[in-house]
């Protein structure tokens, strides 16, 4: 067997439970079962929790770029997108290539503890740069831009590749009622009539749904991506996420990309918590804001045979934060950059804290040194050079606040 290892004496947490003092055992990429490996083992000393590698189920790598972009609030996404690419920021973020800008949103992933990405976007902008990626950004969906009719016309049309997505058993991702004119609200009637609403549907934004909207998703099965922190920014409103989550919808949790969005997923998530509770005056629990960024994507991606929870078969797709294991998911719901200790995906490791620079020993030249929040890791690829080089091209000493770098 190959590579095999395990992580060890460590909290656990698999999709019902969290196991204290557990271990995990990892060859040819998987998760094997939960003992310890004869061959290598890791174990934990101090106070550290081990999760499934994150899924940011929305973004646009494209658009990892900053300042945010807007002078909201805005009737519907249309206006927005005009002012980004008329906007100085558009033409300072073009100087770099699109590979290099690519890059900024995977690094930008891969530090804030995850290892999958969904890049809502047409295969022709993304599919030759996916592969020279250091995390996964997925390849196999079909889209829609949104649905209206001035929408930006992304792939073959919404009947052609919902159909596509069916037959391949694939999801079918689009943005809906992302705004409240007219047009945009009536999204989920369009899919209707389409005949696109099923457990392969996944939609985003949804921030004009109505009562009936909901119940109708919810009876088709179909799938509920929120980025709240994109929303309050444009629009100042979000969608009604407690009925969404009532109705029973299959709900995760995406940054939109950082133009609009929050600037990572740890971010978006503390984010998502605050606008819950000023909206309802309640609390969204932490375990269920987990699954939102674990679980829940994987299922409306059609990946959770593969990905999204600690079970055994599942890729070794890892993640470690430093934090109170007596309570995980408040941990993970409230970590920071500098808290995400390890991460891991197919069984390697791609960022860390040096503490952990004997199980990157085995790839050493594949990585090098960075500081992220005045702390030091060890990274896949050279993320110093990555900013060297983008602020040769830009021509100042730009700051991109999703990667700390340095600072
Ligand atoms: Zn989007």
Not at 342 to 367: A, Q, R, T
Request: aromatic residues 10%; contains cysteine.
């Amino acid at each position: 067997m190959n590579n095999e290892y395990s992580i060890s004496e460590i909290t656990i947490v698999t999709p019902k439970e969290a196991l204290e003092k557990a271990s995990i055992r990892i060859g040819d990429g998987k998760i094997k079962d939960f003992s310890k490996s004869t061959l290598k083992d890791y174990p934990i000393k101090g106070d550290y929790i081990l999760f499934p590698a994150l899924i940011n189920a929305h973004d646009h790598l494209f658009g990892t770029y900053y300042p945010k972009i807007g002078n909201g609030p805005y009737i519907c996404w249309l206006p927005w997108d005009y002012d980004l690419k008329s906007s100085e920021v558009y033409d300072e973020r073009n100087k770099n290539t699109p590979y290099e800008v690519y890059l900024f949103g995977a690094y930008k992933n891969l530090i804030s503890g995850v290892t999958t990405v969904h890049d809502h976007i047409p295969h022709v902008v993304n599919n030759t740069l996916i592969d020279k990626l250091p995390i996964r950004v997925l390849k196999e969906y079909t889209l829609a831009h949104e649905a209206s009719v001035y929408d930006l016309k992304w792939g073959d049309g919404i009947e052609i590749e919902y159909k596509r997505a069916v037959e391949k058993d694939l999801p079918f991702v689009t943005h809906i009622e992302e705004g409240f004119d007219e047009e945009s609200l009536r999204g989920v009637d369009t899919l209707e009539q389409l005949d696109a609403l099923s457990d392969h549907t996944v939609v985003i934004h949804g921030i004009g749904f109505s009562e009936k909207d909901i119940k109708l998703l919810a009876k088709k099965k179909v799938n509920f991506i929120w980025c709240p922190g994109s929303n309050m920014f444009m629009f100042q409103r979000t969608a009604k996420v407690k009925e969404i989550i009532e109705a029973g919808v299959n709900v995760s949790i995406g940054t939109d990309s950082p133009a609009s969005g929050e600037l990572n997923l740890l971010e978006e998530v503390r984010f998502a918590k605050k606008v819950y509770k000023e909206m309802y005056g309640d609390e969204l629990a932490n375990d269920s804001i987990v699954r939102m960024i674990t679980l829940n994507p994987a299922k409306a991606f059609r990946l959770d045979k593969r990905l999204g929870s600690l079970e055994k078969g599942k890729l070794g797709d890892l993640l470690i934060i430093a934090g109170d294991k007596k309570k995980p998911y408040k941990s993970l719901v409230e970590a920071n950059l500098k808290d995400i200790a390890l991460v891991i995906m197919e069984g390697k490791p791609l960022y860390g804290d040096v503490s952990f620079e004997e199980m990157f020993n085995n790839h050493k030249s594949e990585y090098t040194s960075v500081t992220i929040q005045g702390k030091d890791k060890l990274i896949i690829g050279d993320l110093n050079g990555v900013m060297e080089k983008m602020r040769k091209k830009v021509g100042f000493h730009k700051e991109l606040p999703f990667l700390p770098v340095g600072n």
